[in-house]
């Protein structure tokens, strides 16, 4: 992934936390990951918020 990628997964995924954008809204844009593997931008926004829930609710 680019930075730029990075940042907006970043970015939507406050938004999706924040319930201002539900994860449909996250666009399903391909994205090429540091493994050479394929996912989207979507998927990427799932994973973050699962990260940072498991983090909050382990503290």
Do not use: C, F, G
Not at 12 to 31: D, G, I
Not at 35 to 50: L, Q, Y
């Amino acid at each position: 992934m680019t930075i730029i990628q990075k940042r907006l997964v970043n970015a939507y995924t406050v938004l999706v936390m924040a319930k201002r954008m539900t994860l449909e809204e996250v666009p399903a844009t391909p994205v090429k990951l540091e493994d050479d593997s394929d996912s989207t931008i979507r998927n990427e926004v799932e994973i973050e918020k699962a990260k940072r829930e498991i983090e909050i609710l382990t503290q």
